[in-house]
C-alpha cells in the first residue's frame, strides 16, 4: 500500500499487542488486526467489569433475613422522652396496661418530669364554661334539615320516636337555650298554662320572639313540650327530677358535666281567680296574654345572665408544659403507654377539654439494665441502609391538635434485631404508625403509644468478605477474557473458509 519504512515499522509494533496469536506453517504466532481489535475489547471489557465488582464490594449494602426470634427475655425496657405542650408537671402522668392485665395508672418510678415554658407571652389559662361551650358546638357539622325536625319534635307521646336519654341530651344541644315545659294533660293546673305555653313556644320556634343573651346577641332559643305521665315519658320526668307539674326549665347549652342536666327553674305563680276560670269555663284571651307575657319576662330575665358568644379561640389552658422522661420495664407482651392529664387534688379542672399535644423526642426499645445510648452505638454497627431516622421513626416529631377531643394514637411493632458476626450487637428496631382518635364528649383524651413485639427477629449481615471480592473478580475477569478468546477462535475460523489450501489469511 506503498508505506515506509517508519510507518511499516510502527504498524508491525501495534500489531505486537495481539494476545491471540495463532501458530501458522512457517512460525509459531502471527499478529492480525482482528487479533487487535478483540484484545482491545477483552482489556475495555475486564476493567470495566474489575470496577463494578470494586463498587460493589466498597459500597455494599448489608443484607438481613428473617428468623424465629431467638430474644426469650422476660421484659422489654421501652426509654421514653416526651413534652407534652399544653400539660403542667403537676397534672401530666404515664400509665402503661399490657395483655396479661397489669396495669399501672400513675407511674412515678424512674420517670423524671422537667417544666418547659410555653413561647410568646399568653402563659395560658382556664377556659370558661362559656369558652368550652362556644368552642365545642362550634366545631360541630350543621345539622341536616330531618336531623333537627327530629330533635325539635315535642315529647308528647312515644310515636314521636324519642325513647332514650340520650335523644333528650342532643335535642337540648341542638339550640342555644331550650325551654321545656314539662306536664300530664290530665292535669288541671297545665291545663291553665298550657294556651300560654302553646302561644309562647310557637313564637320562640318560628323566630317571631327575639330573646338576646347578656352580650346583647339574639339568641338561637327553642321550646319543647314533655308529657310526665305514666304512658309517656314518666321515666324521663323522674331522672329530671320533675317533682311537680307544670314545670318550666331553661336548659342553656353547656359542656359542664354533672350529675344532672344544667338548667334554670322558671317558676310561675297562678291567680286565684286564673285557676278558677280555666275550671268552669275557656280562659279570656286577656288573661292568656297575662300568662304568656310572664313566660316571656322570666326567659328575658334568666337568658340575660348568659354569655354564648365571646369569640372564644383555642389556646393553652396551663402556663407552663411538661417533658417526661424515664423507662419502663414491661413483658415482652402487647401493651400501652398513656400519657393523659390528672390530678388527685383538683376536681375543678375540666379533664375532658385538656389538650395532650406532644412531641416524641426519644422512643426506643431494649433489654432491662440498657441505657438510650446503647441503642444509637449499636445502630452504628449495623450493615449500612439502617439509618437513624429509620430505625427511630418517632424522633422529634410533634403532634399537635387543633380541636377538642382529639388525641394522637400510636402504633409501634418492635422487632428484635442482631448482627450475624457479633452476637452481642442486639437492639430492638420498630416500625411507626398512627391516627387521630376521637374521645366522647366527656371522657379526657389521652395520648398512648401501642406496641407488640414481632415473633420473628431481623438477621443482619454485611454483605461481602475480602475473599469473595477477590474470588469473584477473578472468576469474572478471567471468564470474560476466556470468552473474547472463543469468540477470537471462531472468527478465526470463519476468516479461513474458501482459501486455497485452507491457508489463512488475514482478514484485515
Not at 459500597?59 to 430474644?71: H, K, N, P, V
Not at 416526651?82 to 403542667?88: H, N, P
Not at 320562640?204 to 309517656?232: F, P, R, T
Amino acid at each position: 500500500m506503498g508505506y515506509d519504512d517508519g510507518a511499516r515499522s510502527r504498524l508491525q509494533k501495534l500489531k505486537s499487542i495481539d494476545a491471540f496469536r495463532q501458530p501458522r506453517q512457517e512460525a509459531l504466532g502471527q499478529e492480525t488486526w482482528l487479533g487487535l481489535g478483540l484484545t482491545s475489547l477483552a482489556a475495555v471489557l475486564c476493567i470495566a467489569l474489575f470496577l463494578a465488582q470494586l463498587n460493589a464490594f466498597l459500597f455494599a449494602r448489608g443484607t438481613s433475613r428473617l428468623e424465629i426470634d431467638s430474644d426469650q427475655s422476660e421484659l422489654l425496657r421501652v426509654h421514653f422522652d416526651v413534652t407534652m405542650l399544653d400539660v403542667a408537671c403537676d397534672y401530666a402522668t404515664i400509665g402503661v396496661f399490657d395483655a396479661f392485665g397489669n396495669v399501672r395508672s400513675n407511674v412515678t418510678r424512674d420517670v423524671q418530669k422537667q417544666a418547659i415554658d410555653h413561647e410568646g407571652a399568653d402563659k395560658g389559662h382556664p377556659f370558661t364554661d362559656e369558652e368550652l361551650t362556644e368552642l365545642e358546638f362550634g366545631d360541630r357539622p350543621q345539622l341536616s334539615a330531618e336531623e333537627r325536625a327530629t330533635l325539635d319534635a315535642d315529647w308528647t307521646s312515644l310515636a314521636s320516636g324519642h325513647f332514650q336519654l340520650d335523644d333528650f341530651q342532643q335535642a337540648l344541644d341542638a339550640h342555644e337555650f331550650v325551654f321545656v315545659f314539662y306536664c300530664v294533660p290530665e292535669a288541671q293546673q297545665c291545663n291553665v298554662m298550657l294556651q300560654a305555653w302553646m302561644n309562647f313556644s310557637a313564637d320562640a320556634n318560628s323566630g317571631q320572639l327575639k330573646l338576646h343573651d347578656a352580650d346583647g346577641a339574639v339568641a338561637d332559643i327553642w321550646g319543647l313540650q314533655v308529657n310526665c305521665a305514666s304512658e309517656a315519658f314518666q321515666s324521663l320526668c323522674e331522672d329530671e327530677k320533675v317533682d311537680g307539674v307544670p314545670k318550666v326549665r331553661l336548659y342553656p347549652r353547656t359542656v359542664s358535666k354533672q350529675g344532672s342536666r344544667h338548667f334554670i327553674g322558671l317558676n310561675f305563680v297562678f291567680p286565684m281567680e286564673i285557676i278558677m276560670m280555666s275550671m268552669v269555663s275557656k280562659m279570656p284571651p286577656v288573661f292568656m296574654q297575662r300568662l304568656t307575657d310572664q313566660i316571656v319576662s322570666k326567659a328575658e330575665i334568666s337568658l340575660k345572665q348568659r354569655h354564648l358568644h365571646t369569640h372564644a379561640t383555642h389556646h393553652n389552658i396551663f402556663k407552663e408544659g411538661c417533658r417526661l422522661r424515664g423507662h419502663l420495664d414491661v413483658p415482652r407482651v402487647p401493651g400501652t403507654l398513656h400519657f393523659e392529664a390528672r390530678s388527685a387534688s383538683d376536681y375543678q379542672l375540666n379533664y375532658a377539654y385538656t389538650n395532650v399535644s406532644h412531641t416524641v423526642n426519644h422512643l426506643s426499645f431494649g433489654r432491662p439494665g440498657g441505657h438510650p445510648s446503647d441503642t444509637e452505638l449499636l445502630l452504628s454497627l449495623l450493615p449500612a441502609g439502617y439509618a437513624a431516622q429509620q430505625a427511630q421513626p418517632l424522633e422529634g416529631r410533634s403532634f399537635v391538635s387543633e380541636h377538642f377531643h382529639l388525641a394522637a394514637h400510636h402504633y409501634v411493632k418492635v422487632v428484635h434485631t442482631r448482627l450475624e458476626s457479633d452476637e452481642s450487637v442486639r437492639l430492638y428496631l420498630y416500625m411507626h404508625q398512627w391516627n387521630w382518635r376521637t374521645y366522647p364528649r366527656h371522657e379526657p383524651p389521652k395520648t398512648k403509644i401501642s406496641y407488640d413485639v414481632s415473633p420473628l427477629e431481623v438477621v443482619a449481615s454485611h454483605s461481602r468478605r475480602w475473599y469473595d471480592f477477590a474470588t469473584s473478580t477473578l472468576a469474572i475477569v478471567g471468564g470474560a477474557f476466556s470468552s473474547v478468546q472463543i469468540l477470537y477462535g471462531l472468527l478465526s475460523s470463519v476468516s479461513t473458509l474458501g482459501q486455497p489450501g485452507g491457508r489463512k489469511v488475514d482478514v484485515l
